[in-house]
């Protein structure tokens, strides 16, 4: 069992920066690869960005390649979410989730989702 706790989201202005962070439960955080996702007001839930259990591998969604950059550190059991140039678009609540299938981009193939943070970006 892997709980997932979310942190980082707020209110920036188009073009500034955030990092989100998800502190995992348990001793076998990098047997996990870890996702972020995000959902807008009605909009179905999108796939944001990967990391591999190890941190070595990470996948992009298009619309945030460039700008974003995952990484995790095992140590401290959290994974993060760099986001840069951030854009209205952007608004979304952010998930973080675990998988045991490295590098997925399906949400249906991660296994542990957190709360959730809520992310605006102002124009």
């Known amino acids: 069992q892997v709980q997932l706790v979310e942190s980082g989201g707020g209110l920036v202005q188009a073009g500034g920066s955030l990092r989100l962070s998800c502190a995992a439960s348990?001793?076998?955080?990098?047997?996990?690869?870890m996702g972020w996702f995000r959902q807008a007001p009605g909009k179905e839930r999108e796939f944001v960005a990967a990391v591999t259990g190890s941190g070595i591998s990470t996948r992009y969604a298009d619309s945030v390649k460039g700008r974003f950059t995952i990484s995790r550190d095992n140590a401290k059991n959290t994974v993060y979410l760099q986001m840069n140039s951030l854009k209205p678009e952007d608004t979304a609540v952010y998930y973080c989730?675990?998988?045991?299938?490295?590098?997925?981009?399906?949400?249906?193939?991660?296994?542990?989702w957190g709360q959730g943070t809520q992310v605006t970006v102002s124009s």
């Open positions: 989730a675990a998988t045991v299938m490295m590098g997925a981009t399906a949400g249906e193939r991660y296994n542990y």
């Open positions: 348990g001793r076998t955080f990098s047997s996990y690869g």
